[in-house]
């Protein structure tokens, strides 16, 4: 039982710093360029300013 539990802990913990990791970066991303992730765009169904471009192979 107590196996199950430090497992059930350890996956939480780790679940938790990757999920507060992922906003980290976005907030990083957003102080460097002024807007959000082409990602972000998509998971809100927006679409992004004028004048951004994704496409960094020009």
Same mark, same amino acid.
């Given at each position: @039982? !107590?196996? %199950?539990?430090? +497992? ?7 679940? /938790? %710093?990757?999920? =507060?990791? /992922?906003?980290?970066?976005? !907030? +990083? *991303?957003? #102080? !460097? *360029? #002024? +807007?959000? /992730?082409?990602? *972000?765009?998509?998971? #809100? #169904? @927006? &679409? &992004? &300013? =004028?004048?951004?471009?994704?496409? %960094? +192979?020009?």
């Amino acid at each position: @039982m !107590q196996k %199950i539990f430090k +497992h059930g802990l350890s996956l939480l913990l780790l679940i /938790t %710093i990757l999920f =507060a990791g /992922t906003g980290c970066v976005e !907030q +990083h *991303y957003y #102080h !460097q *360029y #002024h +807007h959000h /992730t082409r990602e *972000y765009y998509d998971r #809100h #169904h @927006m &679409p &992004p &300013p =004028a004048g951004v471009n994704f496409d %960094i +192979h020009n």
